[in-house]
């Protein structure tokens, strides 16, 4: 049976004219015509709308070999398998990973920008440069550092919290609906390049921009040469990370949704036994680094307590995954 004579056969079995098909799918009443008659196709979403209208599978409308009593008992079989993830979610949390993605991105790129303005003044009141005292140099230089990090913070915070409906995702083991898996996979195909490509920019960008510091470093230039070349370090750091945060944040909503990668079965039981221990290692990090930066002054060196802190973090999960949950 093709999917014309099944259209046909599921509008008759529910007492449905072209006319209520087409106004509750949202298209037109030709449209549906066309369908019936093999004229043309109905594309994905339309496809995806009819399985859930109909109450059957995806594969049972696109596969001319399935029939119904197959893809009931399909579907039977599905209800056992916990929460079933309907394409309507998984498009929702695609959209809303991709708006949380960038905001994620720049809150880490601002919090790695917010001392730059500091230690350029920094710099400048020691040179006597721009006509600024120190005074005024610490406290022009932290109060922007402050601003930039309590706006990453509410960035953060708000972008979090419409993704926390999600959460499940994460923690949770659970189905995809029929059809979504391979939604989802195509998606994942055609970001594939751009997340390569993302990942490749921000990992050179952060590698490269301690150039001009050596470079300046070895002309034996003033001070405050070496001082720019730093801001330009962060800044360059920044973009760098804001690539490869907002890339691998797309790239991770994929792996949630397919359940591979960090996100099997197994490693979601191994994340909520470390879940207590992330939230604590990584306020322990942010104390670390503000305290230290405080104390010194040095900004320009601080910053190395965070990839220092992503090196060591992978060995946290490791020692809690070989206990007993």
């Not at 993605?101 to 919090?111: E, K, Q, Y």
């Not at 997340?195 to 301690?210: K, M, N, T």
Request: net charge negative.
């Amino acid at each position: 049976m093709i999917i014309a004579d099944k259209i046909i056969s599921q509008r008759k079995k529910n007492g449905w004219s072209q006319e209520e098909l087409a106004e509750k799918l949202g298209v037109s009443r030709q449209s549906v015509s066309k369908w019936e008659s093999g004229l043309s196709m109905p594309d994905l979403n339309k496809i995806i709308a009819m399985s859930a209208l109909f109450g059957v599978s995806t594969d049972y409308l696109l596969k001319d070999e399935l029939e119904e009593a197959t893809a009931s008992e399909t579907n039977d079989r599905d209800d056992d398998t916990g929460r079933v993830v309907s394409a309507e979610e998984a498009n929702r949390f695609l959209r809303l990973t991709a708006q949380h993605s960038w905001r994620l991105a720049l809150g880490v790129a601002l919090c790695i920008l917010s001392p730059i303005l500091l230690i350029l003044l920094s710099g400048a009141a020691s040179a006597g440069l721009w006509g600024i005292t120190e005074p005024v140099a610490a406290a022009v230089g932290l109060c922007v550092l402050l601003l930039l990090v309590g706006g990453a913070v509410a960035l953060f915070i708000f972008s979090g919290m419409r993704l926390d409906e999600f959460e499940y995702l994460e923690k949770d083991e659970f189905s995809l609906a029929y059809g979504v898996a391979g939604i989802v996979e195509k998606k994942r195909e055609e970001h594939h390049l751009r997340y390569c490509a993302s990942l490749a920019g921000g990992v050179l960008l952060c590698i490269f921009s301690v150039l001009p510091l050596i470079v300046v470093g070895a002309m034996a230039l003033a001070e405050f040469y070496l001082v720019v070349c730093v801001a330009l370090l962060l800044l360059l750091c920044a973009v760098g990370v804001f690539l490869i945060v907002s890339a691998a944040c797309v790239h991770g909503s994929f792996e949630k949704l397919l359940q591979t990668g960090d996100y099997t079965a197994e490693n979601k039981r191994r994340l909520r036994a470390t879940d207590a221990i992330s939230t604590a290692y990584w306020c322990v990090a942010t104390a670390i680094y503000l305290g230290i930066s405080f104390l010194t002054g040095a900004w320009h060196i601080t910053w190395v307590v965070w990839p220092v802190a992503g090196v060591l973090w992978p060995l946290i999960p490791a020692l809690f995954g070989n206990r007993k949950a």
